[in-house]
């Protein structure tokens, strides 16, 4: 059982002082947001090289990358230009975690649109994924692309599976995002359509009607049914909490007692 965060914001200069505490709460392993503020000056001074030894030295690996994400970033967007860009994001993601010793890309799919949309879109997505897949090819990187919350083109495993359609399942895969799950029209149960290729997971909690960032277990999932949609895709990897809420220190400090939780419903089955 391996156990994830996000590598929690600190002050510049701070670094060491905040892997030290992500160590010591038993978490195994992180998730580096690319062009994070308080990740970035670290990552720019040493480089990622470095960067991943500094946590290896204190008993932590990187399990993924986020890419850039927003509007100037789409995959599926309209504008050939603004797609060229997400997927210049998503390569830059793969050389740095590949330079860490390779791993997960995490990648949102679009923004938010209407409806009607949503099947244009991910075929844009898909052809997107597709080069960037091939600009990726020889580095130890796969992408996994996250599921998004209500009113996003990605917020149902019918866009999902459109927008991975063809592309090589080793390579080409998902992250499981379960609050954005939660806050969608198929709930978590969408999870199961990733089967064979979960590449990693975003473990966090809501009451379904936003993102509020909170803990296993401190919102309105069924994890118990939530363990089931874990086993029926056959997820292995880490459990990365992607919490932000009630604070910091308290997602890190209570990590390892959330995730032994789940595996231990996981286990009961």
């Not at 500094?54 to 990358?65: C, E, K, W, Y």
């Not at 850039?68 to 210049?88: N, Q």
């Not at 009607?116 to 600009?135: K, P, T, V, W, Y």
Request: hydrophobic content about 40%; charged content about 25%.
């Amino acid at each position: 059982m391996e156990v994830g965060t996000k590598l929690p914001p600190f002050e510049p200069g701070h670094l060491d002082e905040t892997i030290a505490k992500v160590a010591a709460a038993g978490i195994n392993c992180v998730e580096i947001w690319i062009e994070d503020p308080e990740t970035d000056p670290d990552l720019l001074a040493a480089g990622p090289a470095a960067f991943a030894r500094r946590l290896a030295d204190a008993g932590l690996r990187v399990n993924s990358v986020h890419a850039r994400w927003g509007t100037e970033y789409d995959f599926a967007s309209p504008e050939a230009a603004v797609r060229e860009r997400g997927i210049e994001a998503g390569l830059h993601a793969a050389q740095v975690i590949a330079a860490m010793g390779g791993g997960r890309v995490v990648l949102h799919p679009s923004a938010a649109c209407p409806e009607e949309e949503h099947a244009e879109r991910a075929a844009r997505c898909r052809d997107s994924l597709g080069q960037l897949a091939r600009r990726c090819e020889g580095l130890p990187a796969t992408l996994a692309l996250e599921n998004m919350h209500a009113n996003f083109m990605g917020d149902r495993s019918q866009d999902l599976l459109a927008c991975t359609d063809g592309l090589d399942p080793q390579r080409v895969g998902f992250c499981f995002d379960t609050g954005h799950a939660h806050w969608s029209q198929e709930g978590i149960a969408l999870g199961a359509a990733m089967k064979g290729r979960m590449f990693t997971v975003h473990l966090h909690d809501n009451h379904g009607v936003r993102d509020e960032h909170l803990l296993p277990f401190d919102g309105a999932i069924d994890w118990r049914a939530l363990a089931r949609v874990l086993d029926e895709a056959g997820y292995t990897g880490p459990y990365v909490i992607e919490a932000g809420s009630p604070s910091w220190d308290e997602v890190v400090a209570r990590a390892r007692s959330v995730v032994e939780r789940l595996h231990a419903l996981r286990e009961a089955r």
